[in-house]
């Protein structure tokens, strides 16, 4: 097995994480989708550290995990927030900014 | 002796300020200001006058710069006078019958109480009339010129409580404003042309110029002229005026400031020199407005409108002298001083009349008069044998001067000119005649008669003092208004022969306006003759219509020429449907124009941006996932052309 | 196996470890997306982290593979599920489409941005594995900590700020800040007599034997419930129990359990209504 079907992957959960992200109203699901498309691109980084023989790309990905986690307390904390003011996690619900 | 000049307006503009700025505490002297201050000028004039005759006959001219006005750069205007024999004549007559008509209307609006604003009006009018003759170019001119149509529209309002004053003020404002709209854009021709408006390199300059440019400026002075002086076509508002005062129409309305437009084509002869079809435009007009208002006059039963027909006929003179060139420009001139002279004099004898026959000017309600006014017969008798030309008296030898220049010219264009002419001098006699012979003499139709005609609902205050319906006790008017007549009188009587013999006044104006000799058909002596049969004509005319027969004290229904006579020749009827209809209609087609084209492309942009707008919203619908959606997109867009890029 | 052919492919093992988990990483990300309860997705997530996690060992990261399982998995998981139960864990959300248009336009998107991704993978010349059996020579940890504090210590030390800065954020945002004294319980009944409503205290809940718990509406003497019994939460989420007709229900379930048992057969009013008084 090529290790780059590792890539294809990466490629195939980024995807369904970005149409989740489209198709879900709920601003939880929303965010765990996020997750996804993050962890989709770590596993790419991944590969491609392991195909560039040097450990930069997981430096990278490490990174990307530590930003992932001060984005996710912030993103719960704002949807919390959210869900105090309306009683309601659903994205469609904050749509005052339209005539 | 050049600051002169300015104290020369000043003088009068001073008054004008103090009694119209001064309030009621100025009421008991406010006459007396501005009449002395009217005398004052006029002293200055002769004081100037004087001095110029004491020069050599080419450097008679004085200027005087008072202040730079407009300094920028490519564009000069400055305050500066210019007194040369032209205006020296203009400032003496403006001056001089100016400060007559100030004496006589101390007595004639001696119960008027808003007296002191109409001394100041009338210093407002001398100060603007002066600062039009003694300016040294156009735009100061102009300056000027507006300033004397200010004061006229000022003062035929006077008695704006009387609806038809306040109408005929309106009037003339309005068709002077056509008049002053050409001389606006023939100063701005000089601009462009000459790049200045001083009268020196502006009329220096018409050599280099081409005749086309000349004509166009021209064609825009004679406009101006036409407004200001009431000729054919602007004509229509003088009749009207005569709702002002009686003095306000001798000075202002026959004496001075409707002879602007002959001083202007004078002054501007040089331009009109050049330009021949200008020239026989002026001519045109000229002759068509002296006979134009010569039948008008013929037909009015009102004193000053038959006046003010007569005064439009004798400007049609000048306009046609001025036309004629250097043949003319003197004898132009020089009629218009005698005219001055009598005219004012015939002016201040109707007010006179009016005065004792509490206001009433309609002829029909006179008769008999001589024995009652002596003064005022004596005075306007002589105005009369002036103006119909009686040899020896000041309108013979200016007219006849004319007439002869008419025929001088050559050609068919001088016989038709001369022929004009000479038919308008018939004419003159006829009216003429006839505004004698109803006023002072025949019965006295005024005996048991109301005094108040339905179409002269006069509210002079003079009025209040007698009873509604009193029969008019013919006297005399004061002293203070009889020594002006006196004195108008003795200028009508022998300005003429002193102008003419020895051609002192031909001397005296030559080196400003040049003169010439035509080549006349017929001789001098011949035209003489022929000016005297058609004044005998005339009279003979008059006498056996009005003299030897009573005159009816209602008007006749009178042929069709008499009726339209008595409606101006249909001239107010021929504005309203041209210029009012006209204007109506171009109006409401550039109403629709507007609201159709302009409106619809206005709408049309704002109603399809708007639409687009809506439809633009609805891709803001407020939905995040919406705009995700688009984001997302983006990026598929990015990531395929970037593919793209790479593959190419 | 030499070390040439590692770079162009990996072991059998490896593979088959690939296809397997692979296919259940798949399955678990669109779970993740089409699961009705956001608790259901958030376990699906976890399994499909996981999975990440064991990929990141096979590809010689066994730092991060460690740090995925306890930060991601253990940590940022919990966290959503602590939101998640917070939030409601019970409301399922409807997957119908709202906005008209939206999925099939995010379908197109998804397709085509895959589309393009997997064609620009295929495209690309990736078949040079080097395999970082020589810089994993010191062991992996050892080799990140060398990079992390040399080369991006940095992004390092920012990555830090960045951190405190968000648990600040968090703090922030869900802490309401008081901005008025509270009142006292003096001020509160002096409040309730002013306005003259509710002077004594609110009637307690549950006044039902079988049924006393805060979730139930205490009776009114006609019988009907009173929404005043329950606390304001527990109103604002719709998760008061109503029992008003529980006790009637009772009653006949006993009468005919009794009757059976005496064998019976008169017919009773078949039901008994208590419409008139909840009127």
Known sequence: MNPVNYLYLSALLFTIGATGVLIRRNAIVVFMCIELMLNACNLAFVTFSRMHGNLDGQVIAFFTMVVAAAEVVVGLAIIVSLFRSRHSASVDDASLMKL | MENLIALLVAAPLLGAAVLLCGGRRLDAVGHWIGTVLAFVSFAFGVILFADLLGKDAEHRTLMQHLFSWVPVEGFQADVTFRLDQLSMTFVLLITGVGSLIHLYSVGYMEHDERRRRFFGYLNLFLAAMLLLVVADNYLLLYVGWEGVGLASYLLIGFWQHKPSAATAAKKAFLVNRVGDMGLSIAIMLMFTTFGTFAFGPVLDGVGDTSEGKLTAIGLMLLLAACGKSAQVPLQSWLGDAMEGPTPVSALIHAATMVTAGVYLIVRSGAIFNAAPDAQLAVTVVGAVTLLFGAIVGCAKDDIKKALAGSTMSQIGYMILAAGLGPIGYVFAIMHLVTHGFFKAGLFLGAGSVMHGMNDEVDMRKYGGLRKYMPVTFITFGLGYLAIIGFPGLSGFFSKDKIIEAAFAKGGTEGWILGGAALLGAAITAFYMTRVMLMTFFGEERWRNQPTRSPEAPSAEPVAEHHGEHAEPHPHESPKVMTIPMILLAVGSVFGGAFFSIGDRFLH????????????????????????????????????????????????????????????????????HVVLVRGGEHLTRSLVYVDHTLVDGVVNGTAASVGGLSGRMRRLQNGFARSYAVSMFGGAAVLVAATLLMRAV | MTAQLAAYSTSTGEAFQFWVLGTVAVIGALATVFMKKAVHSALSLAGTMIILAVFYLANGAYFLGIVQVVVYTGAIMMLFLFVVMLVGVTAADSLKETIKGQRWLALLCGLGFGILLLGGIGNASLNDFNGLGQANGNGNVEGLAALIFTKYVFAFEITGALLITAAVGAMVLTHRERTERAKTQRELSEQRVREGKYVPPLPAPGVYARHNAVDIAGLLPDGTPSDLTVSKTLRDRGQIRDVSSEALNDLRALEQRSEERLERTEIEPATFKREEASQ
Request: hydrophobic share 45%.
């Open chain 2, 508 to 575: 005296w104006l030559e080196p400003v306006t040049g003169h010439s000799e035509g080549d006349s058909p017929v001789s001098a002596a011949t035209v003489t003759g022929a000016t005297m049969v058609c004044l005998i004509i005339g009279v003979g005319i008059a006498y056996a219509m009005y003299g030897r027969r009573p005159v009816p004290a209602v008007a006749p229904r009178g042929s069709l020429l008499t009726r339209a006579a008595r409606r101006d020749l249909l001239q107010d009827d021929f504005n």
